[in-house]
């Protein structure tokens, strides 16, 4: 009786052993950013991901129009042809020791603003709506629970009705749930949706919803709140009408933390690629440090009134998925509020412009970017602004080499295409060479480390050469592993194509 039992369990592991290992992952001409850990074998030495972040800019607007205020917010940006447009609630709060002792001054409103170079912006008098008596001015919805959080985007779905090409999600708990919007233009908007299509949430935050073309579906990441935790949910729909039951992201590795929006896109270098950034709610208790931090004469009077905006912080952070709902978040933060004296350590500041576009750089030869704005001057009554922040193309994450050097080896993958671009930058003294290796490991021959001289500098698309010669486009189809080695450098991305 051993013989059979052992033939069945040597037939169960032939049958299994294609299931079981590691299938090559198709990438084709993709572009792949190191900001995860999904394609990696192995690494050895001196490497590490390593967490970047945007540099401050100028200014990018004020919000000092009567319809607009101190706690005006939650902007979005979409990159529109050559036109940026931008979408915020127009709001503002008036604090004193009155009882209540914060309460709006006015109805919030949905304003609107754009730019040719998605640096320099202008509120075009539209005079959609007349508000208190001011016909020229840049409102584009007066409705009603919904301008706290109106979030349009442009739905890129091929079925989409062309009088729907904008869409937008709005809601709170006074509208009991999230509604839906729709515009042929960007500018003249109409309710979509007769009741709520997300009833599941407070939903008093930046609400965010986009057409996923990679996954054939539209997402929905919304505000959530469980065991005292400000999270994330999300849920998704084929026809932009019923949608599944939102359930919570998750976020392996990373300790309980409380983000207030989430600002998850898909980042259009990488479609596949989804990042949030997501503003993380801080609640520190009241000490003789914080009261010392600026604003201290407004911090002070906060104490008095409602003590958690004297206290609590909020800061910046990064996030990505390749499903939607598994995200990897970095715990350290994004964004940094700042020297102290520039008055960005309270509740309110350091919120994220919902959108990334790209811009060029001010400096000579410094090519294309990426933009985004967080706020400034919450609470401070002409003081209250978005900022443009910068970040290098495919900057967020990189394989971070020490000077003694160090490598990456990715899984097994299959490409398309003849060329291998790379995104990097060493030091003067540091350096990057790049083999190809078949799916056993072994180096092929005309595209090892020996064949590929030192790359060393800063570009956005390096094309790889090796000095054999030989003809990259051989090895298309073909499961091939790619290995970096690294010295004082960071590797930010790689794709092959033509």
């Known amino acids: ?79 529109d042809g050559d036109l940026y447009r931008m979408y915020y609630c127009g709001h503002r709060f008036i604090v004193d020791p009155q009882d209540p002792p914060l309460r709006m001054e006015h109805s919030e409103v949905t304003c609107y603003a754009e730019s040719e170079d998605g640096i320099h912006w202008t509120k075009p008098n539209l005079n959609l709506f007349t508000w208190a008596g001011h016909e020229d001015n840049n409102i584009v919805w007066l409705g009603g629970a919904e301008n706290h959080n109106f979030s349009p985007f442009i739905d890129t779905n091929p079925n989409a009705d062309p009088a729907a090409r904008y869409k937008a999600v709005g809601g709170t708990v006074t509208s009991k749930g999230i509604y839906s919007f729709q515009s042929p233009d960007g500018i003249h908007w109409s309710k979509l949706s007769t009741e709520p299509i997300i009833t599941q949430g407070p939903f008093d935050s930046h609400n965010t919803c986009f057409w996923d073309a ?59 690629i989804l990042m949030g950034f997501p503003t993380r709610y801080v609640a520190r208790p009241k000490t003789d440090q914080v009261a010392t931090l600026p604003p201290v004469e407004m911090r002070d009077g906060f104490f008095g009134l409602y003590e958690r905006l004297g206290t609590d912080i909020t800061d910046g952070l990064f996030m990505t998925s390749r499903d939607g709902r598994v995200f990897k978040r970095w715990d350290e933060g994004f964004l940094r509020p700042g020297p102290q004296q520039e008055g960005r350590w309270i509740y309110g500041d350091n919120y994220q412009t919902y959108g990334l576009w790209e811009t060029e750089s001010a400096l000579p030869g410094g090519g294309r970017e990426l ?44 490409f398309s295409g003849k060329q291998l671009e790379l995104n990097y930058a060493t030091s003067a003294a540091g350096g990057l060479r790049v083999e190809l290796q078949d799916d056993d490991g072994t180096p092929i021959p005309g595209f090892t480390l020996d064949d590929c001289p030192a790359i060393y500098g800063d570009s956005t698309e390096h094309q790889v050469q090796w000095s054999s010669g030989k003809n990259l486009a051989e090895l298309a189809g073909k499961p091939v592993k790619i290995r970096f080695a690294l010295s004082d450098g960071d590797l930010y991305a790689w794709r092959f194509h033509d």
């Open 1 to 79: 009786m051993i013989f059979p039992r052992l033939l069945l369990l040597l037939t169960l592991l032939l049958v299994c052993r294609p299931l079981c290992a590691d299938e090559p992952v198709h990438v084709g001409d993709r572009r792949e950013l190191l900001v995860d850990d999904a394609l990696t074998e192995s690494t050895s030495g001196a490497v590490e991901l390593r967490l970047h972040h945007p540099v401050p800019r100028e200014i990018s607007i004020r919000f000092d129009q009567p319809w607009e205020g101190n706690s005006s917010g939650y902007p979005t940006v979409i990159k």
């Open 214 to 272: 990679v996954r054939e579906r539209y997402c929905i990441y919304i505000r959530h709140v469980a065991n005292n935790l400000r999270l994330v949910m999300v849920a998704y729909s084929d026809d932009f009408e019923t949608w599944t039951e939102p359930v919570e992201l998750e976020y392996p590795g990373s300790p309980p933390q409380e983000m207030y929006t989430n600002h998850v896109l898909s980042y259009h270098r990488a479609p596949h």
């Open 371 to 414: 933009s985004t704005q967080f706020s400034e001057g919450y609470w401070r009554e002409n003081e209250h602004c978005l900022r443009r922040y910068t970040i290098r193309l495919d900057g967020f994450v990189s394989l971070h080499a020490k000077y003694s050097g160090g490598e990456l080896t990715t899984k097994p993958i299959i």
